[in-house]
């Protein structure tokens, strides 16, 4: 007399697919339609990392052109540690990074916990301010209360007045 075995089969699958869950094989990254977007930006990616409390280095299979600039926009209103890196460049902490030279873009962060998070990578043009703030503004209205999109608005702000502080002061220099 044979034994059925079909719910010992059924125990042993859930912790696999949990296992594949966790791996992030279930969350592949989204690219934008580029024809929906604004023509400042070249790229828009959004993904989803593996769960687990903490990550290092996720390949985004974004390639960074010299002179772009990247955007890292958390969609959670949580806490969360990010960085970015560019080729050989040094660690990034901020919600944007201009490339220095080209290269492959890979994501590092840390979560606090077990959620599943949600991140758009942003690849601009050019470092042109006043349009990634306006994109940026947008999006922060469709998007309330995300401090995320807040913090990257101010970011870009400051950027966009600092380097046009050099410039003045460049030009003035130059008299």
Avoid at 53 to 74: C, F, H, M, N, R
Avoid at 92 to 101: E, L, M, Q, R
Avoid at 120 to 139: A, H, M, P, S
Avoid at 168 to 173: D, G, N
Wanted: net charge positive; hydrophobic share 40%; with cysteine.
């Amino acid at each position: 007399m044979r034994k059925d075995r079909k719910p010992f089969r059924v125990f042993f699958l859930l912790p696999i697919l949990y296992l594949l869950l966790g791996w992030g094989c279930s969350s592949a990254p989204v690219m934008s339609d580029s024809s929906s977007l604004p023509p400042i930006v070249r790229l828009h990616k959004r993904f989803s990392p593996p769960i687990g409390p903490a990550l290092k280095a996720i390949e985004t299979g974004i390639y960074a052109q010299k002179g772009e600039i990247i955007s890292v926009l958390p969609a959670a209103h949580e806490s969360v540690a990010t960085y970015i890196r560019i080729g050989n460049q040094d660690l990034s902490f901020s919600y944007h990074t201009k490339a220095h030279s080209s290269g492959p873009v890979t994501f590092g962060i840390h979560l606090s916990g077990q959620q599943l998070r949600v991140f758009d990578i942003l690849v601009w043009r050019r470092e042109d301010w006043v349009q990634i703030v306006d994109v940026l503004e947008k999006r922060r209205r469709e998007d309330l209360g995300n401090r995320h999109v807040i913090a990257a608005i101010a970011e870009a702000k400051n950027v966009k007045r600092s380097s046009s502080l050099k410039r003045k002061s460049l030009k003035t220099w130059m008299r």
